[in-house]
């Protein structure tokens, strides 16, 4: 294992298995304190064309491997991983912001991540078989696939693009965000002792490299997780050479409860779907519709529990809510909590945000806005909850569904009938009863409308990193 010890103190891109740096760096900030993380290279052209290049001549072999093969890398790679948890959590704490225990259940993720897509079977589909003839449904890698990895979950969403683009057989460069390049980055340097030079490499950059790889034309796949504006772009950018694209993008979940649940086991558990990674998650419960019979209790009661939860640096005991990624999501957020005012809306916990010397937001919870009012209609990313009252059945599945997105959804009841019932209505990409964001490498995961296209993960997301190709054998010439 000593040998699998990773150095977290410098930070360099990976192409072609070699740590290389630029001319130009840059350096990300450390949300709880204001003070600058290590320099990362900021990537040009140049560096985009040699990584391009050395991915293109490693996918004719790799392509060549097993699964078998690309199992047993992959393994060996998750192993890694966990031999260097402690760190990676550290690190991910310093650059994103979350509790240690947050961090430390997401590095945990990205290894069972890796086993559980690798222990997936892609199987080939015999469409018809006669004398004569037999045709088959197979499922060929597609090429080079770009990663796209947002700033919330650096560590498993860049493991839950890395995992299928490789075992399906494809070669993958990692571009992880410009506020959270950390983890990314020495998760690929890590993989550069399980895979062949070119297979998995990284490069890190500004608001520039984005572009320039959607629009290349030697990338063949873009997984892009992230908001809906840049989801947009990346689709239009990809249009240029007809890449193959999926895309995770925004959430404004709402969650239903009903007036029959046990009010008292249900809180502690919307309480912290509600505020877990400061609500910067496009999976937390974002509008929360109670039922007008236990409305008050329920409120009453959600109160006092998110009053237990600690704000803090992420590195202090016991803390849960840590502060906002950024300084653009600090902004955005302090100017959506202006709404509060300017539309008099009623905070019955927080209301305001505080200067600090970190991104820190106490959690905000508004009683009852109406449905037109903008913590309502927009996606926060900061924790801040509009709770809803609801007595119609078929006007809160109206009110749930109204919006454009459709990523998440909760339906939270005693009587598993009903709850079927209403979670059968509501139009998103997961539908939880009685929990939510509740994920696992096996279970396909993406958005309705304009949440996404397509799925990350499970049998279905692993064969987006492929392509369909129909074999027609005629027995007899």
């Known amino acids: 294992m000593a040998a699998q010890v990773l150095d977290f103190s410098t930070y360099y891109n990976i192409i072609n298995n070699k740590l290389t740096s630029t001319a130009i760096t840059r350096h990300a900030i450390n949300p709880a304190t204001s003070q600058p993380n290590p320099e990362v290279p900021i990537s040009t052209q140049e560096d985009l064309d040699k990584a391009i290049d050395a991915a293109q001549k490693a996918f004719k072999t790799w392509s060549k491997t097993s699964f078998e093969e690309r199992r047993t890398a992959l393994h060996a790679y998750a192993d890694a991983i966990e031999a260097n948890a402690e760190q990676f959590a550290q690190t991910l704490t310093m650059e994103q912001g979350k509790p240690l225990t947050q961090s430390s259940t997401e590095v945990g993720m990205a290894s069972a991540w890796i086993r559980g897509i690798s222990a997936l ?64 980055l020495k998760l690929v340097e890590l993989a550069t002792r399980f895979f062949p030079p070119g297979v998995v490499q990284c490069l890190s950059g500004d608001d520039t490299l984005g572009p320039m790889i959607t629009e290349h034309a030697g990338i063949d796949k873009i997984s892009f997780t992230g908001s809906i ?94 502060p906002v990624q950024n300084k653009m999501q600090y902004e955005k957020a302090k100017e959506l909590f202006g709404s509060i005012t300017t539309e008099n809306l009623n905070a019955v916990l927080g209301g305001t945000i505080e200067d600090s010397t970190g991104y820190f937001i106490h959690p905000t919870i508004i009683d009852n806005p109406p449905e037109n009012s903008r913590v309502v209609q927009e996606e926060p990313f900061a924790p801040i909850l509009p709770v809803m009252k609801w007595s119609d059945e078929a006007d809160v599945i109206d009110r749930a569904n109204a919006l454009e997105t459709g990523l998440g959804s909760s339906v939270w009841c005693s009587d598993l009938d009903r709850a079927a019932h209403i979670a059968d209505q509501l139009q998103s990409g997961s539908v939880w009863v009685n929990s939510h964001f509740q994920v696992a490498p096996n279970v396909p ?24 190709q129909t074999q027609w054998l005629n027995k007899k010439p």
């Open 445 to 468: 995961f993406g958005g309705h409308k304009q949440s996404g296209m397509g799925v990350e993960w499970g049998l279905t997301g692993l064969l987006g990193y492929c392509n369909s």
């Open 229 to 322: 504006i840049t989801g947009k772009r990346v689709m239009a950018s990809c249009a240029k050479t007809l890449k193959r694209v999926t895309l995770e993008l925004g959430g404004n979940d709402p969650a239903i409860i009903c007036e029959d649940v046990d009010i008292d086991a249900v809180i502690p558990k919307v309480g912290i779907l509600s505020y877990l990674c400061s609500a910067q998650i496009c999976m937390m419960i974002k509008r929360l519709y109670v039922h007008e019979k236990i409305y008050d209790e329920f409120m009453q009661k959600l109160v006092a529990f998110v009053k237990t939860l600690k704000v803090g640096d992420g590195t202090g005991a016991d803390t849960f809510v840590g």
């Open 121 to 184: 079977e892609i199987p080939n589909n015999i469409i018809e078989e006669t004398e004569e003839k037999k045709i088959v449904q197979r499922y060929t890698p597609i090429g080079v696939a770009g990663a796209i990895v947002p700033w919330n979950f650096p560590v498993l969403l860049a493991i839950g693009k890395i995992a299928p683009a490789v075992y399906a057989g494809n070669t993958v460069i990692v571009k992880p965000s410009p506020f959270a390049p950390y983890c990314g």
